[in-house]
């Protein structure tokens, strides 16, 4: 009988393994040139958080004058497992001028990776960029949206962040369109974590 | 080895425009309505189909002695994935933001129809140089196609076509743009259109054919 399955699946199981195989090897020459892409990508937000530069040539321009160290910081959760967050200190001509934090967190429809901005002493969120979001289209994926993001500029961090379809309170956002309140509650959810998380840990990374 | 049906050619020309996928077989209608608000895009996304479907088409005829007629579609499906897996990784390393407009449509190119029922319709019962030209005739059909939506909807949304400004570029301009025709909604506007058009120049076509016999 098992023999049997076997002849019938002998194809299958023969691509598959050839499959992973060439997979593998795409992976293996590839991978390293999309991290890298990933990094570029990640790096020329950072002048726009922190700066509140606009645009792809003005964020090239200021990263010349930037020096940005990327420290990592490891944190065990109360429910078990740790949380990775990589922090970048920015600085200029040895002024600190601020700190991006990247976060991830649960969506709608997948993993949010999001860089989260504070001033120096930690006060205030500077800005937001989303790295990483694959929300339905049309709708959630609308939190990249400078209109959404620009919400979170210049709110004090540490407030509980909560996204509202009618914000009124200090602590609301507007949702980032009608119907994506998940997605937008997500993003609140990566920013409050990420400010709870990493504000008591910056007199750490200032040495 | 048989490979009974149209020759190459044949099946080559039907893919462009009597078999069109999109305007005729009406397949494909997730990207065609997703990834046609600029031309770079539609382009993009064209060039990765036509990759995947070439690949999957060529190696399922390679193939077709030794399926199974129970676990073909497996095997489709195994092949159009791993492609689908590669233009996707080619596109994050060498064209990255591209990769991040396209975002999730890249990775749903393995759950398009038109790519599987190439493989069962063609290429499963055909040579390789015949299943390699239906590929190609298809996947051109399915370029022209969002070609035609993506100018549309970029000339008529941004004024520009491949990013370059024609119209309306002017600030005073913009007021006149028609911004929902980059939206959502502009994709089903302009695919309702343009599929009447062309069910309109097929019905015209054939009568003239019938008249001329």
Known sequence: MRLDYLKQAWLVLALALAFGGALAAVQSAWGPKIEANKRDFAQLKIPGIVLGTTGEAEAREALKSLKIDARQIELAQPGGGRTVYTVYRVARAGELLGWVVKAAGQGYAGKIELLV??????????????????????????????????????RPAGLELTASPSPDAANEVAVCTTGATISSQAVCDIVNRTVDDVKPKLDELRK | ????????????????????????????????????????????????????????????????????????????????????????????????????????????????????????????????????????????????????????????????????????????????????????????????????????????????KKATI
């Open chain 1, 117 to 154: 901005g504070l001033d120096p002493p930690g006060a205030t969120l500077t800005g937001l960029a989303v790295l990483v979001q694959t929300e339905t289209p049309g709708l959630g994926n609308k939190i990249e949206m400078p209109a959404f993001r620009g919400q979170f500029r210049d």
């Open chain 2, 1 to 208: 080895m048989p490979s009974d049906g149209p020759t190459a050619t044949e099946r080559f020309l039907r893919g462009v425009i009597p078999e069109n996928p999109v305007y005729k077989q009406l397949l494909g209608m997730c990207p065609t309505l997703a990834v046609t608000a600029n031309m770079q895009a539609a382009m993009t996304m064209s060039g990765a189909v036509l990759f995947v479907m070439v690949c999957a088409n060529v190696l399922t005829s390679m193939l077709r002695g030794l399926l199974k007629p129970h676990l073909r579609i497996l095997v489709f499906t195994l092949t159009i994935a791993t492609f689908v897996t590669i233009a996707d990784r080619f596109l994050a390393a060498f064209i990255y933001p591209m990769s991040r407009e396209l975002g999730p449509y890249v990775p749903l190119i393995i759950v398009n129809c038109m790519i599987i029922s190439r493989c069962e319709v063609c290429a499963q019962k055909q040579s390789v140089p015949t299943a390699a030209a239906d590929a190609i005739g298809q996947a051109l059909g399915f370029a022209l196609a969002l070609a035609s939506i993506a100018t549309v909807r970029e000339l008529l949304g941004a004024g520009s076509w491949f990013g370059i400004g024609l119209f309306w570029q002017s600030e005073a301009a913009q007021a006149y743009r028609w911004q929902i025709m980059s939206q959502p909604p502009g994709a089903f506007l302009t695919l309702g259109v343009l599929l009447a058009i062309a069910v309109a120049l097929g019905a015209v076509w054939n009568r003239r």
